[in-house]
């Protein structure tokens, strides 16, 4: 494929940003495992069942952890003065309005699943509880509570792990927008080479699976509706495949329109479409109902929300099934879906600062999914209870059909499915359409003016792999690979959280880093002497020539004129454990007051050190004179003050400690009274 792709840029021009490196080594693992799902369709489910088995029984716990430390680390960011940060320069405007962005957040990540499961896993818990033998009631107050806490702030932590450790380095350190960048911090230029390869090949794989699997799973939902409504009489792959091919088509051509055109028109009108859906249900159903479990609802998921957190059924063992096919199952499944996600997100989010990043993808997401699935679950359950008299749970096991046999007990069933049927359609074109820009993006590193034609082919693969599969019967051992592989990429994301914490960190000190103590009088006398001072990296014997010819002399001059005012002061020196050199003036009711200047090692960084357009550094440690006091308190550098400035701070010192000692309610200058 590269002798190839050469061959037809040479010949004919044929232009491509793809990065060789990555794309050509993606569209081989992505042929070579579809072909592997669909020619061996039944032996590649029953080997990645088997290994999931395992994994999720032995490391189910590890799930729980890893997305644990995600929403620990997400929220603790958010709370703390690393929040103010922007993804961009302080001057940076956000590139869209908010309710674009957020219809944008909803659309990718977590659309087409809302109208699959709204009514679907709902039902499933309340049919199949979690814990057996609990009555009707609990049944369902436990039904809303998993429901919440699969979609709620866990699964949209995930996402922003990956979403801002890209936005955050692509928009502040000029990296390229690639999960590779958010290793900066650890590898630094490292991440150009083939670690950053690997990374990224693994991302473009993952998104790509993750879409193809959504997709061909998608259709049969579609398929089910449009039979239902009668414009199609079955649900055979004939039909199936006109279904996809028109799906991809749209999303193709808004995708070669570009991300602003496309995606964000698509988002809003969809977020439109599916609140007028949402609302209907609300205002035609158990409207009472509905508000009243959804306010305890809430309240229930927020009193539970440690335990759940951290519950993993260890002492549960009749549970553990049900757990693993389900919170574990979905952990995975939200991780395998981060890549795509959160690049997206990235994508979208320039502008932002960190806490307003991390407050909107996770609150109002899971706000809007908690509204949904109430609104949808709990109506569900209120009818099967007092008007299907269980019909419904009977179809809990066929997610496919029971969005529309649940609309089949309201007013205009026709246009609820018929609108029903549109919002899946857009969801269905704006998850291929980001999925198709971030795939391109991953291929050829962020290339910003890339040819339509990278991103037709993206479309036309996902199209050929999703109906091949889909006819095979290989999607089922391709969706449960793509959770297989969603471990490995679990501890990636780790890896991800400890390199982001560390360039933040940096990020924050270096701009609350105030100037050295001793440029803050600085004027535009004697410049080439500051200049040659701050070029200059001391030794110890550099301390010593320092605190012998300029400090000592500071004092002397100090004490002279301190004891012409009757004010008995001295000079002490010390050589151990690092030089200094102390002015003491001795009080017999207040502490003594002291101001040492000491030779204080520090460690010059490697980058600094190995920078060639700096002077030379001899050793990797560097002495600074730092100041110190009677009341234990260390100081600041003083190594760019002259004799008369040290003397001028020393005084400034004084009469501070003058100050505090007159005041009475400072005992801690008071001299301690020694028992003998």
Partial sequence: MNKLLSFLEQKYNFKTDFTKSIALPSITIIIVISLFCGIFSVEAEQFFNVVKGVIFKNLGWLYVLIVTVFVIFLIGLAVSKLGKIKLGADDTKPEYSFFSWVAMLFAAGMGIGLMYFGVAETMAHF???????????LRAKEAQLYTFFHWGFHAWSIYGVVGLSMAYFAYRHNLPIAIRSGFYPMLKDKIHGRFGDIVDIFALCSTFFGIATTLGFGV????AGLENLGVIPNTSFEYQVGIVVIVMLIAIISATSGLGKGVKKLSEINIIMAGALMLFVLIAGPTIYILSTLTEGIGHYVSNFMSLTFNTYAFEKDSQEWFSNWTILYWAWWISWAPYVGLFIAKISKGRTIREFILAVLFIPSLFNLVWMTIFGS?????DKFVAHGALSEFANNPDTLLFNFFGYFPLTSVLNVLSIAIICVFFITSADSGIFIMNGISSKGATNSPKWQNAFWGVLLTVVSLSLLRSGGLASLQTMT???ALPFGIIMLLLCVNLWKALSADNEYSMTKYSHGSLNWNDYHWKVRLQKILTYS?????????NETVRISFEELVSELEKNQIEASIVYHTTPNNSIELVIKHEQLRDFVFGVMA????VSETLVN???MPTIDSETMFLPITYFGDHRMGYDIQYLSKDEIISDVLREYERFLNLGSDGTHDLFVKPTVIE
């Fill in 220 to 223: 049969l939902q579609l398929s």
């Fill in 379 to 383: 109506s569900a359950i209120w009818i």
């Fill in 127 to 137: 049919a199949n509880p979690a814990i057996s033998n609990l009555d009707v009631s």
């Fill in 483 to 485: 959770m297989v592989t």
């Fill in 611 to 613: 920078e060639l357009n």
């Fill in 600 to 603: 204080q090692p520090q460690t």
């Fill in 539 to 547: 030794q110890k014997k550099d301390i010593r020539k320092f605190l």
